[in-house]
């Protein structure tokens, strides 16, 4: 095998690590400054509220997260309240399937709340942003779904 084929399989196999299946060819929503707590550099982690060096090595250690309920066990194991992760999640998160995310993973977004979870649910399945925007936006304003769809993404059809 060619050097060059190598390492584009090499390349290949660590996007396959690094980016969960669920997310490849999902429409995920614009990020307003929160990243994916998969691949974000353990540095910039380390800089996030409630974090030390020590739990940002830790998680990019124990990654890939298959969910944001799996981050936040991870975290809560590492000594931060929950108070302290939600704060966490307002910087880094892991997306949730707006088709299949439990009550629990919905209640990790950050002020998402029981509200969230009853109308996510309702409208299943989640087609495209356009009908995010129409069914969610006769509860909260266009601002309010640009900064839900940070934290969830819509699976290929």
Known sequence: ???????????????????????????????????????APEQDLAKMPNMTPAI?????????????????TFLIGQGLTQEQAMQFYEKAFVHI????????????????GKRMVREFGEYRPWKSWAQFDKEIGKYVGQQETDRLKQYVFIPPS
């Open 56 to 72: 940002a090595k830790a998680l990019v250690g124990v990654r890939p997260f298959k969910s944001i309920t799996e981050l936040n």
């Open 97 to 112: 399937n707006l088709n299949t995310a439990t009550p629990d993973e919905i209640l990790l977004v950050p002020g998402a």
């Open 1 to 39: 095998m060619k050097s060059r084929t190598r390492w584009v399989l090499a390349a290949l196999l660590a996007l396959a690590v690094a980016v969960p299946l669920t997310t490849l060819g999902a429409q995920v929503g614009k990020s307003q400054g929160v990243v994916d707590a998969n691949t």
